[in-house]
């Protein structure tokens, strides 16, 4: 038996249970292979599709999957030529059928915890597209909210600032500083409690080690 496997199918269990309380649906996949049928299934031919920056969209195959799929519109920002091309891409996001995000940490009672530098992220978590799918590997379980914000600062923060190349004190130190550099990641902070319309986030775990 692996006994790590069984541990995070029962966490998943009841993380799925508080979910479906606060209105989001939960799924519990053991590893990336079936993370990524069970996301696509959730498209339909002609859906209009985005999605926000993720390690573990990247790591599972999913957003490669997407950029090959000939039967869905992907709005990817990295395929502007301008600014305002950029800018654009990312505002029809919000009028997308599907958008793909992880998180930066979910809490054993369902809860989410991100942190954004622009906030496209997360506002299209919070308001916009038809459904939010999330994908998330179990390392980003934690047991309370203040947890979930000290994993995020202390862990996915400098890791992304590193990826990213980013002037911040963190990328030197590999800890928060709580700073207010210009080059800083950390400008917003975001707790979704509970989703408004049911079912419209979709929270997938998956029995892996992913992303930041």
């Not at 990524?36 to 002609?46: N, R």
């Not at 985005?50 to 997407?66: I, K, V, Y």
């Not at 890791?159 to 550099?181: A, F, H, M, Q, V």
Request: with cysteine; glycine share 8%; proline share 3%.
């Amino acid at each position: 038996m692996n006994h790590k496997k069984t541990c995070y199918e029962k966490t998943a269990g009841t993380i799925i249970k508080n979910l479906k309380k606060r209105q989001m649906e939960g799924y519990y996949c053991d590893n990336s292979a079936e993370a990524v049928k069970l996301a696509c299934s959730f498209l339909k031919e002609g859906d209009i599709v985005s999605f926000g920056g993720s390690m573990t969209l990247e790591e599972t195959g999913l957003l490669p999957l997407l950029k090959e799929k000939k039967d869905i519109e992907l709005l990817d920002r990295a395929t502007a030529s301008t600014p305002e091309e950029r800018d654009a891409i990312q505002a029809k996001a919000f009028t997308a059928d599907a958008y793909f995000m992880s998180t930066n940490a979910i809490t054993l009672e369902g809860e989410l915890l991100n942190i954004d530098g622009n906030g496209n992220r997360v506002a299209a978590l919070i308001w916009g597209p038809r459904q939010v799918i999330v994908v998330t590997g179990m390392n980003k379980v934690c047991s309370t909210l203040e947890d979930a914000y000290h994993r995020v600062k202390d862990i996915a923060a400098p890791r992304n600032t590193i990826r990213l190349n980013r002037d911040t004190p963190c990328t030197s130190t590999g800890k928060c500083e709580n700073c207010y550099s210009p080059n800083s990641i950390c400008s917003q902070t975001v707790i979704t409690r509970r989703c408004q319309t049911p079912g419209r986030i979709k929270i997938i775990l998956v029995g892996e080690e992913l992303g930041y």
